[in-house]
């Protein structure tokens, strides 16, 4: 009887699941949304040429990383989520991921040269001063320009061709410099040559903007950290999005502990004093500093994170350029800055400029109030020292000496710093 009512069960199971079967075979939707093989969607970035600035080009800053933005081998901070959607366009900066394998990721700044709303007034001001209309083709109309024209036919870029250009990097330009950027440009195959015959058109007036609007990208390339400088490195640049490694700016460590905030002022000063004294016989200095000028990477290390603002005068060769020359004007001086400004003088720099400057506005916030008395009193002694020391070159100078010495011995040698962990342990240099 138990064997009969087993084989009865048996079959009443089997017909249920040939019931089953056939009611899924009758109903396409259900067998579509129960099938093992069905694709999965990958959520997606949707970038626009708009959000990029490709729409711009070639009044742009370059393409070279353009392929990891649509690979999505370049993501913003929100690559986690399930919904990948792109930041707000009018923001100056964002963090981001980048990859080489699809695997390991590294963190990265993707910014851009100035606020959206500076770059639409910049694009409407040539629009309305070249061809006196509201909107045009950016590319047409500076192609026009009389500066450009003189680009085209150039072999080599000389001082004349920069002229009046606002950015810092080249207010007292040298042949030897302008050489080194068109020999590193990197949005370009590298032919390491002085000549801008590897250039084509659309590579010269991508240059020329870059130059025009913000030379941060090109410092990057032309000096770069492998090399020893004190930059973060330039990974490429998409329309107006540019592609660095990331650092968190300086102002993030002011209330970090005694310790660190002595290593980072120490390494501020190392870069001051490398800025003068390098073997390139460059001397570099700040036309303005905030607490987002540089900044700190992982290890600790200490950065000059923001570019813009760094002038550089040529020890060995001087500038090239008079001051007469200086205050030429054209629609490229004007992209980012008012054309009535006035240019500084080359021969009013001077080697402490920069020192004053970060004694005035930077070193009393990192460093107030972090030591004991009368630690403290000396430190507060100096700075006041240095940022009092505009007439006073030799005053600066030992006040700057004797800070450094005073912050040594208060900072330590540990894994938080390892940038020169455990280097620290064994040499004097620490």
């Not at 990208?217 to 000096?223: C, E, S, T, V």
């Not at 004190?230 to 968190?248: D, E, K, M, N, Q």
């Not at 350029?321 to 200086?326: A, I, N």
Request: a positive charge.
């Amino acid at each position: 009887m138990g064997r009969w009512i087993c084989c009865l069960c048996s079959r009443v199971a089997g017909s249920l699941m040939l019931l089953l079967v056939l009611a899924l075979s009758c109903n396409p939707s259900t067998a579509a949304t129960t099938s093992p093989s069905a694709p999965h969607v990958k959520p997606s970035y949707s970038f626009g040429r708009t959000f990029l600035g490709l729409d711009k080009c070639n009044a742009c800053i370059g393409t070279s990383i353009c392929k990891k933005f649509f690979k999505e081998e370049i993501r913003f901070d929100t690559w986690l989520s399930s919904h990948l959607k792109l930041p707000p366009s009018y923001l100056l900066s964002y963090s981001g991921y980048y990859t080489d394998d699809a695997k390991s990721w590294r963190l990265v700044d993707i910014t851009r040269l100035t606020s959206k709303y500076q770059h639409d007034r910049a694009d409407k001001r040539i629009c309305t001063s070249l061809l006196k209309t509201k909107t045009c083709s950016l590319e047409r109309a500076l192609r026009r320009t009389h500066r450009f024209q003189k680009w085209l036919r150039a072999k080599r870029l000389t001082p004349d061709l920069v002229q009046g250009l606002s950015s810092p990097m080249l207010r007292c330009p040298s042949q030897r410099l302008l050489d080194r950027i068109v020999r590193r440009y990197a949005e370009v195959p590298d032919a390491g040559s002085i000549y801008m015959d590897h250039l084509t058109d659309r590579d010269k007036l991508r240059l020329l903007y870059t130059l025009s609007v913000n030379s941060h990208p090109i410092l990057l390339q032309i000096f770069p950290d492998v090399e020893g400088w004190p930059f973060p490195r330039y990974l490429g640049s998409c329309g107006r999005l540019v592609v660095s490694a990331s650092t968190r700016p300086l102002r993030d460590f002011f209330g970090a502990a005694p310790e660190v905030v002595a290593d980072l002022a120490l390494q501020l000063l190392a870069i001051l004093h490398s800025m003068g004294n390098n073997d390139l016989n460059y001397f570099f200095y700040f036309t303005h500093v905030d607490t987002g000028t540089f900044g700190v990477f992982s290890n600790g290390h200490l950065f000059i994170r923001d570019a813009s603002a760094l002038g550089i005068i040529d020890k060995e060769e001087g500038s090239q350029l008079t001051d007469g020359q200086q205050e030429y004007k054209d629609i490229f001086s004007c992209l980012t800055v008012d054309c009535q400004s006035a240019f500084v003088s080359c021969n009013s720099i001077r080697e402490k400029h920069s020192l004053v400057m970060v004694c005035q506005e930077l070193l009393p916030k990192l460093l107030e109030g972090k030591f004991r008395q009368p630690v403290q009193e000396k430190i507060d002694s100096f700075l006041q020292h240095c940022a009092d020391g505009l007439t006073d070159d030799q005053g600066v100078n030992e006040a700057v000496a004797k800070l450094a010495e005073l912050l040594k011995p208060l900072r330590s040698c540990d894994s938080r710093f390892a940038y020169r962990y455990p280097d620290c342990k064994y040499s004097d240099k620490y």
